[in-house]
């Protein structure tokens, strides 16, 4: 039989989106291939420290936890860490007393870790520098999905639809905030929506509708970064469609958050997350054969947009009343938790969690082949 591939999968986070990583990563670790596959699981917490298999493992829930060899569950508990420096394949001991020294070599990482410092870009510079094979975004892009200011600038250049907006620093707010308000009037008016340019999972994300709330609700994204977003609210369904594949990616079918509750203000984290009953994620989405081509063919263009690889989950609003389709964002660590969009996009599309997460790590290979061509001197 050939060799098991040694996948490291990096969950938790220093995000708010951490314990949402363990759930995915639970949910990785159990459909994965065990026959193909040894999984080490390797945690980063809250702080940021990074955590051995064994206490990692500790982190996830019993059923994923079950789907570990004992010698991983009973594996040396010392400081691990992954290092910049391609002589070392994989994690690396750094513990000075330790008895064990051998290095764990990895084949491929799987970051399964959403938010900042996991799904924007640092990770996967980290990755890069030590050469190790991984899943999902480069650099550019996963940096670009994180950054709504960034990727709205390569949307609009791709000529991708997308909402009114208007975006500010937030020392350009303190220092004249008359200016930035008028803007806003002039440009947007209300009601409108306030983001800060990094984040996700609406953390920082409020309505405003008249020039009280909008003080208060840029004052609050301002807490959460250095670059704040206006954007008209617009009244739509909510769409999504997952893409996958390298230079020459695919779209599932989308699928579409249902609001059975129109007190629910909008889709935050718990609706997301929690079977609150109010939203229900439906594949396919109710819509014409026509939209729902456009959507995956505006899913991959936005894929494209941003020099996507592995996977992404696009963002659509279709409006209610002109029926316009507008990319509102990309995702590239999506939730893979067994509620989330992006297993259920593709399972829906004929390819289930087990053969998604397979397809995934043989493009992270591929990609990683690919940049081996790149000459690397002059
Ligand atoms: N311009 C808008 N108009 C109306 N609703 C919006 C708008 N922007 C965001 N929302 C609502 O807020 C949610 C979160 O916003 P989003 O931009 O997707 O940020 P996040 O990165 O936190 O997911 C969306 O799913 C949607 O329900
Ligand atoms: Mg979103």
């Not at 991983?72 to 860490?81: K, L, V």
């Not at 870009?121 to 899943?135: I, N």
């Not at 660590?333 to 397809?359: I, N, Q």
Request: glycine share 8%.
């Amino acid at each position: 039989m050939a060799k098991k591939l040694r996948v490291g999968v990096v969950f938790g986070g220093r995000s708010g989106e951490h314990e949402i990583s363990i759930r995915s990563a639970a949910a990785v670790i159990e459909a994965i291939d065990q026959k193909k596959y040894e999984v080490i699981p390797i945690a980063i917490t809250k702080e940021g420290k990074w955590l051995a298999p064994s206490a990692a493992s500790a982190l996830l829930p019993t059923l994923a936890s079950q789907q570990l060899p004992e010698e991983i569950i009973n594996s040396n508990p010392g400081d691990i860490a992954i290092l910049g420096d391609p002589s070392h394949q994989g994690l690396t001991r750094i513990t000075s007393n330790d008895d064990d020294v051998s290095p764990q070599t990895l084949d491929v990482v799987f970051p399964v870790l959403h938010g900042p410092y996991g799904e924007d870009g640092t990770l996967q510079g980290l990755l890069e520098m030590a050469d190790v094979p991984y899943v999902g975004c480069g650099v550019v892009a996963s940096a670009c999905g994180m950054d709504k200011v960034a990727m709205k600038m390569l949307f609009a250049q791709s000529g991708l639809p997308l909402c009114k907006y208007v975006w500010f620093l937030r020392s350009e707010w303190q220092r004249d905030q008359t200016k930035a308000l008028r803007r806003v009037a002039r440009e947007i008016g209300f009601p409108c929506f306030v983001k800060p340019a990094n984040l996700g999972s609406s953390v920082g994300i409020s309505k405003a509708k008249d020039k009280e709330s909008l003080i208060k609700a840029i004052d609050l994204a301002a807490e959460y970064d250095r670059k704040v977003i206006v954007e008209e609210l617009v009244n739509a369904r909510e769409l999504e469609c997952a893409v996958l594949g390298n230079d020459q990616p695919s779209a599932s079918l989308p699928g579409e958050y249902v609001v059975h509750d129109e007190a629910a203000r909008f889709l935050d984290y718990t609706e997301k997350y929690a079977s609150t009953g109010h939203v229900e994620f439906v594949v396919p989405a109710p819509v014409s054969k026509a939209m729902s081509a456009k959507i995956q063919r505006l899913a991959i263009q936005a894929f494209q947009a941003v020099d996507g690889s592995g996977l992404a989950r696009v963002d659509f609003f279709l409006t209610r009343d002109t029926k316009e389709l507008l990319v509102n964002e990309l995702n590239t660590l999506p939730g893979l938790t067994e509620v989330s969009g992006y297993p259920k996009m593709w399972a829906a599309s004929g390819l289930p969690f087990p053969k998604m997460l397979e397809r995934l790590i043989d493009l992270a290979f591929e990609r990683h082949q690919d940049k081996r061509k790149t000459k690397k001197t002059i």
